[in-house]
């Protein structure tokens, strides 16, 4: 039996500069940390030969072509694993559709279970480019490269992301009291609703060959640098500021992003104290976060009472094998 435990991550500026049709023309940048909110994947040996896959659905085949789960397909593929093998996976929050990435936690917590399984080791950036090159290359995933990295390194960082493919993880280096605030300043609601983000993405990588499109993430991916140089300095006072201003100009790419209902309950929370936030992932649904002074809290809450809080605090280890005992 092995297990794994990988987080998921929360965006703070500059997500969709990590398209291919942004960053293959000029460096894009994402700042990002991962969260204690976690995707497990216990894999076992099965006696059969079979393979049997526990998800939202139960699947029983014969051979790796036959699995309808694409991730779990190409990634036995990939690692040429036959059969004779089980795999189920669970999430501390709705794992589709959040905004967390939980997408790409699961194919970096599978592939790095899948690894331990054939006794091997696999480093985070090959955990990490490996899940870009199952969601991205095989399975024709419309999104991006930063979720895999977040999750397979774990941390506060800025990831930058090359023209010629290769990405770059810098740890944001801070007092701890710096990422103390920033965890005991932010709120995050759940919104009740989930959504698929290739939908978004696609219209976002579209809006790419506008010029004017174009500049709005060039100043995001900015917005990104600047966010690390002010949190290395040890000043949150610009924190709420930036989140707001990459927020704003996110919602200018494409239609598909916000709504009339998100930017509701994004006005009633700064009315009521928040300095900054956004809606995490690609748009459209998941969770609301906020920046805001401890004081403001209880008034936010009341005032997006409809919507559920969610509790957490940051993740510094990302990907980790959790339990280890092979037959």
């Known amino acids: 039996m092995i297990v794994s435990k990988t987080p998921l991550r929360m965006s703070y500026v500059g997500g969709g500069s990590d398209l291919p049709s942004f960053y293959r023309d000029e460096l894009g940048a994402v700042l990002s940390t991962s969260i204690d909110k976690y995707?497990?994947?216990?894999l076992n040996?099965?006696?059969?030969?079979?393979?049997?896959?526990?998800?939202?659905?139960?699947?029983?085949v014969d051979r790796v072509g036959d699995i309808e789960h694409p991730l779990v397909r190409e990634a036995l593929t990939l690692m040429g694993i036959e059969?004779?093998?089980?795999i189920a996976s669970m999430a501390d929050i709705p794992s589709r559709g959040s905004g967390l990435g939980s997408s790409s936690s699961y194919v970096v917590g599978l592939l790095h279970a899948l690894y331990a399984y054939k006794s091997q080791y696999a480093d985070k950036?090959?955990?990490?480019?490996?899940?870009?090159?199952?969601?991205?290359?095989?399975?024709?995933?419309?999104?991006?490269?930063?979720?895999?990295?977040?999750?397979?390194?774990?941390?506060?960082?800025?990831?930058?992301?090359?023209?010629?493919?290769?990405?770059?993880?810098?740890?944001?280096?801070?007092p701890k009291?710096?990422?103390?605030?920033?965890?005991?300043s932010t709120l995050v609601f759940f919104t009740g609703r989930t959504r698929s983000a290739s939908a978004v993405l696609r219209d976002q990588?579209?809006?790419?060959?506008?010029?004017?499109?174009?500049?709005?993430?060039?100043?995001?991916?900015?917005?990104?640098?600047?966010?690390?140089?002010?949190?290395?300095?040890?000043?949150?006072?610009?924190?709420?500021?930036?989140l707001d201003e990459n927020w704003r100009l996110?919602?200018?790419?494409t239609s598909g992003i916000s709504d009339p209902q998100i930017d509701d309950w994004y006005q009633r929370a700064m009315k009521s104290g928040a300095k900054g936030g956004k809606l995490l992932g690609a748009g459209n649904g998941g969770f609301l976060m906020f920046f805001a002074p401890k004081e403001s809290h209880a008034a936010i809450k009341q005032a997006l009472v409809e919507l559920l809080p969610v509790e957490f605090r940051f993740d510094r280890n990302g990907s980790q094998i959790v339990f280890y005992q092979p037959q």
Not at 46 to 58: A, M, N, Q, V, W
Not at 177 to 184: F, G, K, L, M, R
Not at 250 to 253: E, F, H, I, T
């Open 177 to 184: 009291a710096v990422t103390d605030e920033i965890q005991d």
């Open 125 to 174: 950036g090959t955990l990490a480019a490996q899940a870009c090159e199952i969601e991205i290359d095989r399975c024709g995933e419309p999104i991006g490269k930063q979720d895999q990295y977040a999750a397979a390194y774990g941390g506060l960082n800025l990831i930058r992301f090359h023209g010629d493919e290769t990405v770059s993880v810098d740890p944001v280096i801070c």
């Open 205 to 242: 990588s579209a809006a790419m060959a506008q010029p004017d499109r174009r500049l709005l993430m060039r100043r995001m991916v900015q917005l990104a640098f600047e966010l690390k140089a002010e949190l290395e300095a040890g000043r949150l006072d610009a924190f709420g500021e930036i």
């Open 39 to 42: 995707i497990f994947i216990a």
């Open 250 to 253: 996110k919602a200018q790419l």
């Open 45 to 60: 040996r099965k006696f059969d030969g079979k393979i049997r896959l526990s998800y939202s659905k139960t699947e029983e």
């Open 83 to 86: 059969g004779g093998i089980e």
